[in-house]
């Protein structure tokens, strides 16, 4: 029914594989974790018969490779992570990191859609004014953005923005009201910390596509036929350049979920980032388990996306085929 060189066939052998990258690296994660030391059930008090109950289930005192089929079964395939022994001490795993997500998903949505369309206009703007002053100025600013890390710019927004000109808060508003306007004012900093790097990047990456085909044959022939120069970059540049522009947006925003680990620390936003460095550092081994397999599946599920989109935006690009 689907030939063999078929884009179907293309999809099914990215996920198997992509599966089987995922399945490795929980292999290595849980082998690491099993060699690392485990608080001892003496610490939680009167909740230590529960731990050991728990500690039993998952076959603590047998060989690895049991404990790590106890473990596929009733995660991966039972959708049983497990309780927190010591950050969220007898709460369900799964359950905190579901109450978790909507901040990360918050933060990293308001700063997509504030870094897409910047990104882009400037990238734009740079390849019209190409060799011009627009452009080196543009271009120096965008390799000073990509160069530094974002925390850096997020300690200079709280500086700045959050303790001297005060007219944000230093930290994310506590609640659930995450659509209200003063949860909104409370992580515009934690947004525009963000934003730097995928703006600089879209930028970088827009101009240099957009550059190149501007010089093209095809433009040339355009302009030749009577085309004003405003005429053949809206009808026939733009859309070539947009091409490979486009599956990198969609990257972008099916890593959202990613969220940004130190951003929400420093910013004390109480996502999924700030949970996963919260497990590392208490030791907290089923917490780090679950968040592994959440930023590993989402890398994974970006590159497929990123790949797949390209030949659904452009026809001509054939996936799958020799």
């Known amino acids: 029914m689907f ?28 082998v690491l974790v099993k060699l690392l030391p485990v608080t001892d059930a003496e610490a939680f008090g009167k909740d230590m018969n529960l731990v050991l109950q728990r500690r039993e289930a998952l076959g603590y005192n047998k060989p690895i490779l049991v404990q790590f089929w106890i473990f596929i079964k009733k995660s991966i395939f ?69 160069s530094v890390p974002s925390y850096v710019y997020a300690f200079l927004v709280q500086y700045l923005f959050c303790f001297k000109l005060q007219w944000f808060p230093l930290q994310m508003k506590s609640g659930n009201d ?22 600089a990047g879209l930028a970088r990456y827009s101009r240099a596509e957009l550059s190149e085909v501007l010089t093209s044959d095809f433009m040339l022939l355009a302009r030749t036929k009577g085309l004003k120069r405003s005429q053949a970059t809206l009808r026939h540049a733009l859309r070539n350049a947009m ?66 989109s390209y030949g659904l935006i452009d026809p001509r690009i054939k996936m799958g085929q020799r």
């Open 178 to 199: 995450w659509l209200s306007w003063p949860m909104f004012v409370s992580v515009v900093p934690a947004v525009i910390s963000l934003s730097f790097t995928s703006i």
């Open 243 to 308: 091409v490979p522009v486009f599956p990198m947006i969609l990257g972008e925003f099916v890593g959202i979920l990613g969220g940004s680990l130190i951003i929400e620390q420093i910013f004390g936003i109480p996502g999924v980032g700030q949970l996963f460095l919260n497990s590392i550092t208490a030791l907290d081994y089923n917490f780090f388990m679950l968040l592994n397999a959440f930023y590993t599946l989402i890398g994974l599920t970006t590159g497929i996306v990123v790949d797949i």
């Open 3 to 30: 030939k063999k060189n078929s884009i179907f066939w293309y999809i099914l052998k990215r996920i198997a594989l992509m599966f089987f990258v995922l399945f490795a690296i929980l292999v290595m994660c849980f």
């Open 78 to 146: 039972g959708g049983d992570w497990g309780i927190s022994e010591t950050l969220y001490r007898n709460q369900d795993v799964w359950d905190v990191f579901i109450s978790k997500l909507p901040a990360t998903m918050l933060v990293n949505v308001y700063s997509m859609l504030f870094s897409v369309p910047l990104g882009l206009a400037l990238g734009i703007y740079a390849a019209l004014k190409k060799n011009k002053w627009q452009d080196y100025t543009i271009s120096t600013l965008v390799m000073v953005f990509i």
